[in-house]
């Protein structure tokens, strides 16, 4: 119930931000608070956007391909024909890496970050 929800919200975002630039722009500048068992968390040095909570849906929605699709297209949607929504994807870094999965593992490669942020995957030793 609760990934079919997040599919129709996702769907929504996606369709409100289509070929839109005023909510394309709004959906940039909005920032989200950050939640701790439904209490927001006092706001840090970095603020989140909707860009940034959309984009870490697809790296949290790896059960439900479907919303990581429906993530994919509606940040398409949202930078399509936005120069400014584009440079703020292209300037955010990752936090922290993809953790260790069965899938990863299967394939014998691991993920890290370096120092910068930058994300970049490694062979698995044969040991670990």
């Known amino acids: 119930q609760d990934q079919q929800s997040a599919v129709i919200l996702v769907r929504l975002l996606g369709n409100v931000v289509y070929r839109c630039r005023q909510n394309q722009d709004l959906f940039r500048v909005t920032q989200i608070p950050l939640m701790d068992n439904r209490v927001p968390v006092a706001?840090?040095?970095t603020t989140r956007t909707g860009l940034h909570v959309l984009l870490s849906a697809t790296s949290l929605a790896t059960a439900c391909f479907t919303l990581r699709e429906w993530c994919i297209v509606?940040?398409?949607n949202a930078v399509e024909d936005n120069d400014?929504?584009?440079e703020a994807v292209r300037m955010l870094e990752a936090n922290e890496a993809l953790s260790d999965t069965p899938e990863l593992r299967n394939l014998g490669v691991k993920?890290?970050?370096d120092a910068k942020g930058k994300v970049h995957?490694?062979?698995r030793d044969s040991t670990t």
């Open 111 to 113: 993920i890290g970050l």
């Open 43 to 45: 706001p840090t040095a």
């Open 74 to 76: 509606a940040i398409r």
């Open 121 to 123: 995957v490694q062979r």
């Open 84 to 86: 400014a929504n584009a």
